[in-house]
């Protein structure tokens, strides 16, 4: 893809907008894009430097982009609102053509690495939901004071971040041990944890030594993939704005990842703000449990599409027959009835019992967290809802002590600790 028309070719040390961004190293890549810490000389801090393929086909792509996080960062002038915000933004010519170039804020892991590097257990009740409200302030500015949708939500295309400077904290933002996971090991087993405290100290303490040399060449330490945040207010904001509407323009029929799909885009029923409603649920079960909550497969006789409606079914009930026939491929999946045509038979397992029966769940946190989970997933998208009534939640703001907390795992949750935020 590095040619005419695909992606720009970084170097590390290239400028960029005539020498104000140095690129540092490669944060990841998109199908449009690839992304880049860098540093901005200007401001002195780190940024992201999302740098489009330059066909006319990803330009247009990237100007849209653009265009809704504009709207995003001038609605927000405090950047507050756990959303992503856009620095910059300029185009760059190189070999293979002209290329749209975003500068974004430095944002770390995204929850697919947490729940990754938690080996797919879930995460703490607890810092769930402190996850949850950070999602849900990033959708209610979305949905209620801008009109945007964002059309995919899920754990990759949201963001840790920490409110450490990293040019201005050089002692923290050293603390960056390339740590990787002991083998086999766990991560906050006694003797494990000593070592790496020790370890972390140790590389401190020559950090510090080392900060005047490095401040006047580069302004502290390029961050590195794994950082020490024990302790360290973890919070989260929402990106990729690649797909994202504005409710009244709508682009795309087919919207969302599969797995975060709604049952109103996958029936053509038409969609508004609580698609990003149900994606969230979708994404809270995750991070709760490790496992997907829908992970639908095509089979003998039968769609992906069909699938899922099945799993949901299983999972929360029948849906309403004028709900199931409303949509214009509804005749696709269920007979007049409001039956599946090809999956006959729906083995029930209501999410309660799910919580309580597969991810060893208390009783009492598995009704609490499905008395919060089942209203957004309502077949019915207009009784879903809203982020702003999700805040009020009574769920968001329980603490369940560390024996709950587990529910059944023990030393599994590292927390933040090797991630980068
Ligand atoms: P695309 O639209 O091409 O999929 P994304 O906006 O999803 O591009 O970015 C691609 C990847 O780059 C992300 O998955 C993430 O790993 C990294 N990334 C994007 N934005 C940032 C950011 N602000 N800070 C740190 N990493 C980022
Ligand atoms: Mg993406």
């Known amino acids: 893809s590095y040619r005419k028309g695909g992606y720009h070719a970084v170097r590390i040390g290239d400028p960029f907008a005539g020498g104000r961004y140095i690129a540092q190293r490669k944060l990841g890549w998109g199908q449009f894009s690839t992304v880049w810490l860098a540093y901005d000389t200007q401001s002195s801090k780190y940024v ?22 504009l709207s995003i960062a001038n609605g927000d002038p405090s950047n507050s609102k756990c959303v992503v915000h856009l620095i910059d933004h300029f185009k760059h010519t190189g070999p293979n053509g002209q290329h749209l ?20 257990k879930g995460l703490e009740l607890n810092k769930v939901r402190e996850i949850c409200k950070c999602i849900l302030i990033g959708l209610h500015y979305l949905h209620g004071e801008l009109g945007i949708i964002h059309t995919d939500l899920k754990p990759e295309n949201i963001l840790l971040f920490s409110t450490i400077d990293h040019a201005k904290d050089p002692v923290r933002s050293a603390l960056t041990p390339i740590l ?85 885009v996958i029936l053509r029923a038409g969609y508004s703000f609580s698609v990003d409603m149900w994606s969230f649920a979708c994404t809270a079960f995750e991070l709760a449990t490790g496992d997907m909550m829908f992970a639908p497969k095509s089979g003998q006789g039968f769609s992906d599409d ?40 729906l083995k029930f397992w209501p999410l309660d019992r799910l919580l309580v029966d597969k991810y060893k769940f208390s009783e009492s946190d598995a009704c609490e967290f499905a008395e919060f989970l089942c209203p957004l997933l309502d077949f019915s998208p207009e009784k879903r809802p809203t982020a702003e009534q999700c805040l ?30």
């Open 48 to 69: 992201a430097l999302k740098i489009q393929k330059s066909a006319q086909q990803f330009a247009q792509a990237a100007l849209h982009e653009i265009e809704v996080l």
């Open 101 to 120: 170039c975003m500068v974004l804020e430095f944002l770390g892991d995204s929850l697919l690495g947490l729940i990754r590097f938690n080996r797919y």
């Open 180 to 264: 990787e996971r002991p083998e086999g090991g766990t991560l906050n087993g006694g003797s494990t944890m000593n070592i790496i405290e020790k370890k972390l100290k140790r590389r401190a303490r020559r950090a510090v030594a080392n900060i005047s040399v490095r401040r006047a060449s580069m302004g502290g330490e390029a961050p590195k993939s794994a950082r020490c945040l024990d302790g360290i207010d973890v919070r989260c904001k929402v990106v990729d704005f690649g797909n994202a509407c504005w409710a009244d323009k709508q682009f795309a029929e087919e919207i969302q990842t599969r797995q975060y799909r709604a049952p109103e």
């Open 306 to 345: 069909e699938d899922h409606l099945a799993l949901m079914m299983e999972l929360l009930g029948k849906m309403p027959r004028k709900i199931a026939i409303g949509g214009a491929r509804s005749k696709d999946f269920f007979d007049r009835h409001g039956d599946l045509k090809r999956i006959r038979r």
């Open 392 to 421: 009020q939640h009574p769920w968001l703001n329980l603490r369940s002590s560390d024996q709950n907390e587990m529910h059944g795992q023990s030393n599994v949750d590292v927390g933040m600790s090797n991630l980068q935020i």
